[in-house]
């Protein structure tokens, strides 16, 4: 069975609301009128009973007609100022000693013996009643006691029930009429006020004709802002749709970006361990069928570069891939969340010394370098962390410095304490930041966006001659991320600048 459409059912639940109103005021003003009504006849009732008494009835039994009915032809029945159809009697013992009526051409009429005997029904205690008097009608008759005889009077109630019929039919035809334009005029308005409406479910409808399961993230239909003040109900569906496509649009795109950035991923990681596996394969072939001792040494030795050289990979890849299962819905990592890794440990970490190691490390394996320290503070600086990946991120700083500089280079390496920025008046404590600047060559200016991105590299050919794997600095981001802190690099001739801020221990934003 197909469901009504939510404008027919509106138009519906109204028509039938107004059907009721008028109903129940219709029904409420029948009542009141046909109460006012009797309350009028009764009044008149009352005068017309008053008169009945004044006639002088006849003494001894009543005459009778030749068709055994009672002589009309009495002054009584037609006693002064009684209006027209008025029936009165004169009980006598229980017995009707004179009934009748006076018609509207004056001419009188008797009763039967029924309609006596619903007159002798009627109680003498003045109270009017309601009586039908067969072929006559309904009446409103009286009954009063004067000098052991009792006066009947009875007034017609035809006048009175032609009066509620015809306001009955007036009430009807105007509520069936109220009822046909109502109607009319509801269908119009609810159509122009579901318009706004229809459009947003057309907008809708539109989504479903793109292609989602192709990353088809370009969903630029959107609810007109004319129709997001039409009303406020449209308003509101509209604004949480158009929010909606937003959210949607952005997770498409961060579900494209993703997988594009799988794809270059997983080609790139493949490439890198396509030459050591290439290597290690060359190698081992040459030893299987070689005698020479010294020979089997050196490849041996190979095998066992190149094994170090992938292991180094696999160890990086898996580094990010655990920051990256720290993230919650796309949001950087916290160290709570490495902390739940396994692994991995939280505690206060003294960066001073890890900076002040990592220089003397670098200096020991870079001699043809200029390493300088800078520290601006004799206190020591702590950051809350893993001490193992923030020794890894300021190694990595270290080795991108030496690797991609020529011989001779000055590094310079400052750590210092600096306010924190933007107004944050909860936060206590500074920021500690860590600088590795050096005077060598600059950083192409189309690796600059994406230099901390995996795989990306100054240049192919000096970073292969160096044996890096293009992963270092998205290792240094992850870190530092993953530390509520940020990393970002400045380089013009003369001055390439890498600076670090974490910080310090009681100041973590996400604390």
């Known amino acids: 069975m197909r469901t009504p459409s939510l404008r027919w059912r509106i138009v519906g639940a109204v028509a039938l609301l107004l059907v009721a109103t008028n109903v129940v005021v219709g029904a409420v003003t029948v009542i009141a009128y046909r109460e006012y009504l009797v309350g009028r006849l009764d009044a008149e009732l009352a005068t017309a009973a008053g008169r009945t008494p004044g006639g002088q009835p006849p003494s001894g039994p009543p005459p009778e007609s030749s068709d055994g009915q009672q002589d009309p032809d009495n002054r009584f029945i037609g006693a002064p100022g009684q209006a027209a159809d008025t029936v009165v009697a004169v009980l006598r013992d229980g017995a009707a000693v004179l009934a009748g009526y006076t018609d509207g051409a004056g001419a009188q009429h008797g009763l039967s013996r029924a309609q006596e005997a619903v007159l002798a029904d009627v109680a003498p205690d003045a109270t009017p009643t309601t009586v039908s008097l067969g072929s006559l009608g309904a009446y409103r008759a009286q009954a009063v006691t004067r000098g052991g005889e009792v006066f009947v009077t009875a007034l017609p109630l035809g006048d009175l029930r032609a009066s509620v019929v015809r306001l009955v039919v007036v009430i009807g035809s105007t509520t069936l009429l109220a009822l046909l334009v109502a109607a009319w005029a509801l269908t119009l308005a609810v159509r122009r006020s579901l318009r706004p409406l229809e459009r947003v479910a057309s907008v809708a409808s539109s989504v479903t004709a793109l292609d989602l399961e192709r990353g088809d993230a370009d969903i630029a239909a959107r609810v007109?802002?004319?129709?997001?003040?039409?009303?406020?109900?449209?308003?509101?569906?509209?604004?949480?749709?158009?929010?909606?496509?937003?959210?949607?649009?952005?997770?498409?795109?961060?579900?494209?970006?993703?997988?594009?950035?799988?794809?270059?991923?997983?080609?790139?990681?493949?490439?890198?361990?396509?030459?050591?596996?290439?290597?290690?394969?060359?190698?081992?072939?040459?030893?299987?069928?070689?005698?020479?001792?010294?020979?089997?040494?050196?490849?041996?030795?190979?095998?066992?570069?190149?094994?170090v050289r992938m292991g180094d990979l696999v160890e990086e890849l898996l580094l990010l891939a655990r920051?990256?299962?720290?993230?919650?819905?796309?949001?950087?990592?916290?160290?709570?969340?490495?902390?739940?890794?396994?692994?991995?440990?939280?505690?206060?970490?003294?960066?001073?010394?890890?900076?002040?190691?990592?220089?003397?490390?670098?200096?020991?394996?870079?001699?043809?370098?200029?390493?300088?320290?800078?520290?601006?503070?004799?206190?020591?600086?702590?950051?809350?962390?893993?001490?193992?990946?923030?020794?890894?991120?300021?190694?990595?700083?270290?080795?991108?410095?030496?690797?991609?500089?020529?011989?001779?280079?000055?590094?310079?390496?400052?750590?210092?304490?600096?306010?924190?920025?933007?107004?944050?008046?909860?936060?206590?404590?500074?920021?500690?930041?860590?600088?590795?600047?050096?005077?060598?060559?600059?950083?192409d200016a189309e690796?600059?966006?994406?230099?901390?991105?995996?795989?990306?590299?100054?240049?192919?050919?000096?970073?292969?001659?160096?044996?890096?794997?293009g992963l270092g600095l998205a290792i240094v981001r992850a870190v530092v991320t993953a530390h509520g802190g940020s990393v970002r690099v400045v380089s013009e001739p003369g001055r390439t600048a890498f600076t670090v801020d974490l910080p310090e221990v009681g100041d973590r934003s996400d604390a």
């Open 224 to 307: 007109p802002s004319a129709d997001l003040v039409v009303s406020r109900e449209v308003g509101q569906v509209g604004t949480a749709l158009n929010r909606l496509l937003g959210h949607v649009g952005r997770a498409l795109t961060v579900r494209r970006d993703a997988e594009r950035g799988m794809r270059t991923f997983v080609a790139d990681a493949s490439h890198e361990l396509r030459t050591p596996i290439a290597t290690v394969r060359a190698y081992a072939e040459l030893s299987a069928g070689s005698q020479d001792v010294a020979a089997l040494q050196r490849n041996a030795e190979r095998i066992g570069r190149e094994a």
């Open 323 to 443: 920051l990256d299962a720290a993230t919650h819905d796309g949001a950087a990592p916290d160290a709570a969340a490495l902390t739940a890794r396994p692994g991995t440990v939280h505690e206060e970490v003294d960066l001073t010394a890890t900076v002040v190691e990592a220089v003397m490390d670098a200096r020991a394996t870079a001699p043809d370098h200029r390493w300088m320290l800078q520290l601006a503070d004799d206190r020591p600086l702590t950051v809350s962390g893993d001490p193992g990946q923030l020794r890894r991120a300021v190694t990595n700083l270290l080795a991108n410095a030496r690797t991609h500089t020529p011989a001779g280079t000055t590094v310079v390496v400052s750590l210092q304490r600096v306010p924190r920025t933007g107004g944050d008046e909860a936060a206590t404590g500074g920021l500690a930041r860590l600088v590795v600047a050096n005077d060598g060559p600059p950083i």
């Open 447 to 469: 690796v600059l966006p994406v230099l901390f991105d995996r795989f990306t590299r100054g240049s192919s050919s000096r970073s292969r001659e160096h044996g890096t794997s």
